[in-house]
């Protein structure tokens, strides 16, 4: 049996678009639907033939292979057999539509739930480290207001003890099993308690502080220990620490983002600080034992006579640890020539002085400077 045209199938032009198709498919999903057509295997094999048709044409990369080869160019992208249902890779995307239908065409009962208590939200939250907190590592204590168990019922969201029944339904499991239609004949697939929604208890008079939520709104103070070396954007999560869920769900997480406070002189690149050194035009002529702030207070660095403006000094384990432990930064010390103004008469006398015989080696040596600049960069 030759295969038809995937447009053809949908009903498409060959120039649809992607929301053209999703639409179509929808469509003939819902019109070829089993559920829609007990036991009419044509319908069947039409749901099937335009699922084959939605798998292609959704898939840039397939729909273009099919576009230029037809069939011959996806042939290989199904088995033997041709398009099963284990091909088709969008079966939670119409779930909304069809509920549980394309689970049990995988056979049924693939996806195991427990016992469904919906989970309590993530938190996020950020905290704003200066350079020095980040090369040492910290802690911090964060204060934040989160929906936490209720006290008066202490979560079960019932008014008291008798008011919370093991519902009947699932015998507290949750879920109950349950026959299905598949393409392959009946099969049986465990799907959440309508019942009680996954809870496994009922509950027949609610908590009045928190109206059967089994949650309230309170204040909270986490602490989160920070390794060193972190950067702007890591985050450290604290599991459990989130919000719980209803009715003694399970709590989310609390996720700590972290943020790089601007440091007055550092600036940090990697596990490098680069920090900025003004210096005189004497102290650079003449060399001198400058102080220089570091993360860890000051050091003393030596500047050899001769230094020209640009020239970076390598501070060796200065910077910040790796935050894997794979060692330690540097700190990068540029100098930049410090130019002053605002002349007193006695400096314009020395400097008018030094200018008449720099003139001279400025002439002599000039041709040799850029050479020695970009020597003096390469260190
Ligand atoms: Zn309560
Ligand atoms: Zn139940």
Same mark, same amino acid.
């Given at each position: 049996?030759?295969?038809?045209?995937?447009?053809?199938?949908?009903?498409? $032009?060959?120039?649809?678009?992607?929301? #053209?198709?999703?639409? +179509?498919?929808?469509?003939?999903?819902?019109?070829?639907?089993?559920?829609?057509?007990?036991?009419?295997?044509?319908?069947?094999?039409?749901?099937?033939?335009?699922?084959?048709?939605?798998?292609?044409?959704?898939?840039?990369?397939?729909?273009?292979?099919?576009?230029?080869?037809?069939?011959?160019?996806?042939?290989?992208?199904?088995?033997?057999?041709?398009?099963?249902?284990?091909?088709?890779?969008?079966?939670?995307?119409?779930?909304?539509?069809?509920?549980?239908?394309? $689970?049990?065409?995988?056979?049924?009962?693939?996806?195991?739930?427990?016992?469904?208590?919906?989970?309590?939200?993530?938190?996020?939250?950020?905290?704003?480290?200066?350079?020095?907190?980040?090369?040492?590592?910290?802690?911090?204590?964060?204060?934040?207001?989160?929906?936490?168990?209720?006290?008066?019922?202490?979560?079960?969201? #019932? +008014?008291?003890?008798?008011?919370?029944?093991?519902?009947? !339904?699932?015998?507290?499991?949750?879920?109950?099993?349950?026959?299905?239609? @598949?393409?392959?004949?009946?099969?049986?697939?465990?799907?959440?308690?309508?019942?009680?929604?996954? /809870?496994?208890?009922?509950?027949?008079?609610?908590?009045?502080?928190?109206?059967?939520?089994?949650?309230?709104?309170?204040?909270? !103070?986490? @602490?989160?220990?920070?390794?060193?070396?972190?950067?702007?954007?890591?985050?450290?999560?604290?599991?459990?620490?989130?919000?719980?869920?209803?009715?003694?769900?399970?709590?989310? &997480?609390?996720?700590?983002?972290?943020?790089?406070?601007?440091?007055?002189?550092?600036?940090? &690149?990697?596990?490098?600080?680069?920090?900025?050194?003004?210096?005189?035009? #004497?102290?650079?002529? =003449?060399?001198?034992?400058?102080?220089?702030? @570091? =993360?860890?207070?000051?050091?003393?660095?030596?500047?050899?006579?001769? @230094?020209?403006?640009?020239?970076?000094?390598?501070?060796?384990?200065?910077?910040?640890?790796?935050?894997?432990?794979?060692?330690?930064?540097?700190?990068?010390?540029?100098?930049?020539?410090?130019?002053?103004?605002?002349?007193?008469?006695?400096?314009?006398?020395?400097? !008018?002085?030094?200018?008449?015989? $720099?003139? /001279?080696?400025?002439?002599?040596?000039?041709?040799?400077?850029?050479?020695?600049?970009?020597?003096?960069?390469?260190?």
């Amino acid at each position: 049996m030759s295969k038809r045209d995937y447009y053809e199938v949908l009903g498409l $032009e060959r120039d649809a678009s992607e929301s #053209a198709i999703k639409g +179509a498919y929808r469509k003939k999903a819902l019109k070829y639907h089993p559920d829609r057509n007990p036991g009419d295997e044509a319908a069947e094999e039409q749901f099937k033939e335009a699922s084959e048709a939605y798998e292609v044409l959704s898939d840039p990369e397939k729909k273009a292979a099919y576009d230029r080869y037809g069939h011959a160019g996806i042939e290989g992208n199904f088995g033997r057999g041709g398009f099963q249902w284990s091909d088709f890779t969008h079966a939670g995307d119409f779930q909304d539509i069809f509920g549980d239908i394309f $689970e049990s065409f995988f056979g049924g009962g693939r996806r195991s739930r427990g016992s469904a208590k919906p989970k309590g939200r993530d938190l996020k939250i950020k905290v704003a480290l200066t350079l020095e907190e980040i090369a040492t590592g910290v802690e911090k204590n964060i204060a934040l207001t989160r929906l936490q168990r209720c006290k008066s019922c202490d979560g079960t969201g #019932a +008014a008291s003890g008798a008011d919370r029944k093991v519902c009947g !339904t699932c015998g507290g499991q949750g879920q109950v099993q349950q026959m299905a239609r @598949t393409l392959f004949g009946p099969s049986m697939t465990v799907v959440t308690c309508p019942t009680c929604e996954g /809870e496994g208890y009922i509950v027949s008079n609610p908590c009045p502080e928190c109206r059967g939520e089994g949650r309230e709104r309170g204040q909270a !103070t986490l @602490t989160v220990r920070i390794p060193a070396g972190v950067q702007e954007g890591n985050y450290i999560p604290l599991r459990g620490q989130g919000e719980v869920g209803p009715r003694g769900g399970p709590a989310g &997480d609390c996720l700590v983002f972290i943020e790089e406070k601007e440091h007055d002189y550092f600036i940090r &690149d990697g596990n490098h600080v680069i920090y900025r050194l003004p210096l005189g035009f #004497a102290q650079a002529a =003449l060399g001198a034992e400058v102080e220089v702030p @570091t =993360l860890s207070g000051k050091a003393l660095l030596k500047i050899p006579a001769g @230094t020209q403006s640009g020239r970076v000094f390598r501070m060796g384990g200065r910077g910040i640890p790796d935050v894997n432990g794979r060692g330690v930064g540097d700190q990068l010390v540029e100098v930049v020539l410090w130019t002053p103004e605002g002349l007193s008469r006695r400096e314009r006398e020395l400097f !008018t002085e030094l200018a008449e015989l $720099e003139n /001279e080696r400025v002439a002599q040596e000039g041709e040799s400077f850029f050479a020695k600049v970009c020597k003096a960069f390469g260190s």
